[in-house]
């Protein structure tokens, strides 16, 4: 079973969609039998509403599934009304993002392409701290708590169970200085340290490269459990947007394997980091 409350309830959807559709019926239909709304039955499939233990072991009734699957189904729901640790960070975490974190945090893959800015799982504290000061609204204390989340995510990389993590980096997010000279080569530093972990690929996507199959930064995440699809993340300033069709799944990976194969060898990508981290030296 999956770990966070996020991949639960995930879990939970998927599984309560699965036993509708077996049975060939609208969550309308499911609503009328059970005195419900279907609007509600929509909301229990697709994550967005608190599932009550009472509503699961309703519907396993109506679906008459096995007393295994029920219990199972139920000890999902309960659990997926626990906190994950992220969340007592408070405003530190925008509640768009916290879907987010629960998700990576259960990933056993990881594929990420960086356009403009270092992978958050490889910022220093200085470097994540500049990049939240852009948003003038934040108070320093919400900056402060969403600087501990982001490192404390980092830990995902170094857990025994570390998922395969593969990063692609465009050139530019070497070159764009974020703070000052002095704050970019601590950053590269920490970025070579990351890319020496036994979980972690990194390449460098050259400026002459030539054309890529990419119009922006993405996210794919792969699970341990089969029933448990990829999904594909996408952020912005203010939401964002997860995609979990074959169709799209496909395309990504497409996308990703044609950037890792338009990207510098591991080995050329970490020399070309120390090239960079030499200039911001002088």
């Known amino acids: 079973m999956a770990g966070s409350p996020t991949a639960r309830r995930r879990r939970l959807s998927i599984e309560l969609k699965k036993l509708r559709e077996k049975g060939a019926l609208t969550c309308a239909q499911v609503g009328e039998a059970l005195d419900w709304s279907g609007s509600k039955v929509n909301r229990m499939e697709t994550g967005s509403g608190r599932v009550q ?9 109506f679906y008459d599934t096995s007393d295994e699957l029920r219990e199972f189904l139920m000890s999902l729901a309960r659990q997926a009304k626990t906190r994950g640790w992220w969340q007592v960070h408070g405003a530190g975490v925008p509640e768009w993002f916290n879907i987010y974190i629960g998700l990576e945090q259960d990933a056993s893959t990881f594929r990420q392409y960086q356009c ?46 570390a998922p395969d993590a593969w990063f692609v980096v465009n050139e530019g997010a070497l070159r764009n200085v974020i703070g000052d000279s002095s704050l970019m080569r601590e950053q590269l530093e920490r970025v070579l340290d990351a890319a020496d972990l036994p979980s972690v690929t990194l390449q460098v996507l050259p400026f002459d490269s030539g054309t890529y ?55 050329r990508s970490s020399r070309l980091i120390k090239s960079v981290l030499k200039e911001y030296a002088r």
């Open 213 to 267: 199959p990419a119009t922006g930064s993405f996210t794919m995440l792969g699970f341990p459990d089969q029933e448990d699809p990829d999904i594909v993340y996408r952020d912005g300033i203010t939401d964002a947007v997860y995609l979990e069709g074959e169709h799209h799944v496909r395309e990504y990976t497409r996308a990703f394997d044609g950037l890792r194969a338009a990207a510098l060898s591991p080995q």
């Open 116 to 161: 403009e800015l270092l992978p958050g799982l490889m910022q220093t504290a200085a470097y994540a701290g500049e990049l939240h000061k852009t948003g003038a609204h934040l108070s320093a204390e919400v900056i402060d708590r969403a600087v501990r989340v982001r490192m404390e995510r980092q830990a995902m990389l170094t857990r025994s169970d």
């Open 53 to 61: 233990p009472s509503d699961i072991d309703a519907l396993c009734r």
